[in-house]
C-alpha cells in the first residue's frame, strides 16, 4: 500500500465494483486496495501472511470496512486496529448492509470513526460513497505521517 490509499474491506464484488465507481465518479484518485475477508485485511494492515514483504510505513489514508465478512468480522478487525499504536489513528468508516443496534454500538464502542448503512438502491448507494469519499478524503485533516 502507498500513502494516500484506500483500504476497501468487502467481500461483495457487486458492493465493491459500485464503490470504486462512486469514488471515481466523485474524483477521488486514491489507489483502493481491496481485502475480501478479515483475515486478508489484517495481514495487509500488519505486513504478515502473504503481504509479509509489504512496507509498513505505508498505511491506508481510510479503511471502508464492512461488517459481515468471513474468516474474521468487521468488528474483529476493527478492535484488532485500534489495539495497535501503527493502526489505531487510521480512520475507519464501518460501510454495512447491518442495520442492527448492537452493531452500530459496538462499532463505535470499538472506536470507528462513522457507521454508513449501505443504501439498497443503487443511486443512494453511489451518493452515499461518493459523500463519504469527499468529507474523509477531500475535507477531513489529519495528523501526518509521525501519527504512525
Same mark, same amino acid.
Request: hydrophobic share 45%.
Given at each position: 500500500?502507498?500513502?494516500r490509499?484506500?483500504?476497501l ?6 458492493d465493491?465494483?459500485l464503490?470504486?465507481m $462512486?469514488?471515481e465518479?466523485s474524483?477521488?484518485?486514491n489507489r483502493? /486496495?481491496v481485502?475480501?475477508? *478479515?483475515v486478508? $485485511?489484517?495481514?495487509m494492515l @500488519?505486513?504478515?501472511g502473504? &503481504? $509479509? ?10 479503511? +471502508? +470496512?464492512d461488517? !459481515?465478512?468471513? !474468516?474474521?468480522?468487521?468488528?474483529e478487525v476493527?478492535?484488532?486496529?485500534r489495539a495497535?499504536? #501503527?493502526? #489505531? ?5 464501518v460501510?454495512t ?10 462499532? &463505535?464502542r470499538l *472506536?470507528a470513526?462513522?457507521? /454508513?448503512? !449501505? ?5 443512494? @448507494?453511489?451518493?452515499a460513497?461518493?459523500?463519504l469519499?469527499?468529507?474523509w ?8 505521517? $509521525? #501519527? @504512525?
Open positions: 500500500m502507498m500513502e490509499t484506500i483500504l474491506v468487502e467481500d461483495n464484488p457487486d465493491e465494483e464503490t470504486r $462512486a469514488l465518479s474524483n477521488v484518485a483502493i /486496495v481485502a475480501r475477508d *478479515g486478508e $485485511a489484517l495481514d @500488519f505486513a504478515t502473504a &503481504y $509479509a514483504d509489504r512496507d509498513m510505513d505505508a498505511l491506508p489514508e481510510i479503511v +471502508l +470496512l461488517l !459481515k465478512l468471513p !474468516k474474521l468480522n468487521g468488528l476493527l478492535e484488532r486496529m495497535d499504536d #501503527r493502526t #489505531r489513528l487510521i480512520p475507519v468508516v460501510l448492509s447491518s442495520s442492527e443496534e448492537d452493531d452500530i454500538a459496538a462499532s &463505535y *472506536g470513526n462513522s457507521y /454508513v448503512r !449501505k443504501p439498497v438502491e443503487f443511486e443512494r @448507494f453511489i451518493a460513497v461518493r459523500q469519499g469527499i468529507y478524503l477531500l475535507l477531513n485533516e489529519l495528523p501526518g505521517p $509521525a #501519527r @504512525f
